[in-house]
């Protein structure tokens, strides 16, 4: 008797997941809840165990497939005493597997169907954004087919309004013509590269030539992680009108400071590392209370500005899969130790593609930090629907005129970007000197706090 696997439900509005490691061959015999694959999300990779016990006749899927949830995986054979015997250790419901959440992004109940302005919402991707102005194609449905609900669920009606697409214009995928968030994703993509008009004018990206003419080439393909990333990013700079500006932080004191807690007593006892990163988120909560805008997003379809009285710092984390955003929160109600120990956790579940969907969500603000590889300024990309974010580059020892003497100083190049749409040249200059004066002077910054 034949026994069909086919890919189980693996998460709220989750409606396709890429194959990754395919554990077993044609001939295997498998025990019950035996690891029979990696199974790959936006943000998760997670061991799937097989249930059923027996032999493998047929594997249907191959590494890097992209797969719906009820599609067939594998087909067994049953084989006498194949139930018995020790499973393989796996988690049936790893930590790495997104759980059932009831909302999304700082946390939004789903909306109803028809037109609202857009809620705030954080995606699990690490920079989102979307275009101001969606992509029009004439849809040729009529106006009673256009005043039906499109068939999608709630996320990917969340989505939608994020992008300002109109779903009637999107062709399902899933099964009976159901829109996934993939859907939409592809459809704004495809009207970006074909000339999707913005309030910038139009924008057209022409095909690439074949490399091969010129030599050897080898093409990569990108795993779930990087193309979702790729395809938030390009939202992003596409959508947002970025400006940024850089300043030099004297950070002497505070790196004096931080390197005696370091030889402390208490760091010495196996507490948390205190990087120039944690510093800085403090700082920047200080920052964002003085300068509410900064922590803020901006809703185009009402034309207003949504103000958050919350502090949930992302800190973008780099890991070999791709760029990863994992949020602290309440950033102002936690001590440095606290938000130390908590960060290195959430990097290290980040590096090891464990972190859930939850932990990615929610972000008021992002700080991303490559002091650790080198450079002196850069220009990152506002991570939406947030309006600001905070670039730190490498410490270096600069000369600085200090009382009118000439000393050497450490300086921490500073990048802050921001949605000109709600913060203007002015505001942005003040933040920065701002959370410049907050990192230059540790006994401000520990007043403040």
């Not at 997670?46 to 599609?71: M, N, R, T, W, Y």
């Not at 039906?148 to 309004?161: E, M, S, W």
């Not at 939202?235 to 030889?263: C, F, G, M, N």
């Not at 590392?273 to 805008?293: E, G, H, Q, S």
Request: charged share 20%; aromatic share 4%.
């Amino acid at each position: 008797m034949s026994i069909e696997f086919k890919l189980p439900e693996v998460g709220e509005n989750i409606e396709k997941a890429d194959v990754g490691n395919v554990k077993v061959a044609v001939g295997d015999v498998i025990a019950a809840d035996q690891v029979v694959m990696e199974i790959e999300t936006d943000k998760a990779v997670f061991d799937l165990p097989c249930p059923q016990a027996g032999k493998v006749a047929k594997i249907h899927v191959k590494p890097g497939q992209s797969v719906a949830i009820g599609e067939l995986l594998l087909t067994l054979e049953e084989t006498t005493g194949a139930t018995t015997g020790p499973a393989p250790k796996s988690s049936p419901a790893p930590q790495s597997a997104p759980p059932p959440v009831a909302s999304v992004p700082a946390p939004a109940a789903p909306a109803p169907d028809k037109a609202a302005p857009a809620r705030e919402t954080q995606p699990a991707a690490v920079a989102t954004v979307q275009p101001s102005a969606a992509p029009a194609t004439p849809s040729g449905k009529t106006n009673d087919e256009q005043a039906a609900p499109a068939p999608a669920g709630p996320a990917t009606r969340r989505l939608a309004r994020e992008l300002g697409v109109d779903l009637h214009r999107v062709v399902g995928s899933g099964s009976g013509g159901r829109i996934t968030p993939e859907d939409v994703q592809s459809f704004v993509k495809q009207a970006l590269a074909g000339g999707a008009v913005s309030s910038g004018g139009a924008v057209a990206v022409p095909p690439l030539p074949d490399f091969s003419q010129f030599g050897v080439v080898e093409r990569q393909p990108l795993n779930k992680v990087m193309r979702t990333g790729a395809a938030n990013l390009s939202l992003a700079w596409s959508a947002i009108p970025h400006v940024t500006q850089h300043e030099l932080a004297d950070v002497t004191e505070l790196e004096a400071a931080r390197k005696r807690y370091s030889h402390s007593a208490g760091a010495k006892e196996g507490g948390p590392k205190i990087t120039m990163t944690v510093l800085a988120m403090k700082a920047v909560v200080t920052a964002l209370k003085a300068f509410p805008r900064f922590n803020a997003s901006f809703d185009a379809a009402a034309g207003e500005v949504v103000l958050k009285k919350y502090y949930h710092i992302g800190v973008a984390v780099d890991t070999e899969n791709g760029l990863m955003v994992p949020v602290i929160r309440n950033v102002d109600m936690k001590s440095v130790v606290q938000l130390a120990a908590e960060l290195v956790e959430l990097a290290q579940k980040a590096r090891d593609r464990k972190l859930t969907i939850a932990e990615m969500q929610g972000g008021s603000f992002t700080i991303t930090n490559l002091g650790g590889i080198g450079g002196t300024y850069f220009t990152p990309i506002v991570n939406y629907p947030e309006v600001a974010i905070l670039g730190m580059s490498r410490t270096t020892q600069q000369p600085v005129i200090v009382a009118g003497k000439s000393e050497i100083r450490l300086m921490l190049p500073l990048s802050l970007s921001y949605d000109h749409r709600v913060i203007n040249g002015a505001d942005g200059a003040r933040f920065i000197v701002k959370l410049s004066g907050l990192l230059s002077d540790p006994f401000q910054l520990l007043s403040e706090v």
